[in-house]
């Protein structure tokens, strides 16, 4: 089941971060600034939390390598994202916000970030021809001068 503690800091990503084989077991535990980590056999360590949020975002860019962006016709600001490994596909919605997916990851990044981005948004945003969502987001915000502009225009006029 995915928490709170775990979408971030998982037994999968330290497995990921340190090289580790799938089977080896791990224990995870929160402190202020870092996680600390045991690996069977091995001597407990930390990791920073911001390698694990780091790890989180590179991950799930790494993941929308090889997704297939199709902009949907009949949904304005709408794409289907599929995976051709795995025969899924889901629905990503562009908003002035960022990328909402119908994927679980995606909705369990809103319940407990309150927002988000998953794979499938990083593949819309690689054909938007961007790197990330900050460069997004901050892109929303210069062109909502115009649509500022015309208000003001409407009730000057
Ligand atoms: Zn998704």
């Keep these: 089941m995915v928490t709170a ?11 990921r971060l340190l ?6 077991p791990i224990q995870l535990k929160k402190f202020a600034w870092v996680i600390w980590v045991w690996v069977k056999g091995r001597r407990p ?7 694990f949020l780091q ?7 790494a993941q929308s390598q090889g997704l297939r962006v199709t902009q949907r016709l ?10 051709p490994r795995q025969n899924t596909a889901y629905l990503v919605e562009q908003r002035a916000d960022g990328f909402f997916c119908t994927c679980d990851d995606f ?6 970030f309150t927002r988000g981005c998953c794979k499938h948004g990083y593949a819309v945003l690689r054909r938007l021809g961007l790197s990330s969502l ?5 892109a929303q915000k210069i062109s909502r001068f115009p649509r500022v502009h015309e208000a003001v225009a409407v009730y000057a006029a």
């Design 5 to 15: 503690f775990n979408i971030l800091y998982s037994a999968a990503a330290v497995r």
């Design 19 to 24: 090289g580790l084989n799938s089977s080896v």
């Design 45 to 51: 360590t930390f990791i920073s939390k911001r390698v």
């Design 55 to 61: 790890h989180f975002v590179e991950w799930r860019k």
């Design 74 to 83: 009949d949904l304005a600001n709408h794409y289907t994202v599929r995976n």
């Design 107 to 112: 909705n369990n990044q809103l319940e407990f």
């Design 134 to 138: 900050n460069e997004y987001l901050q």
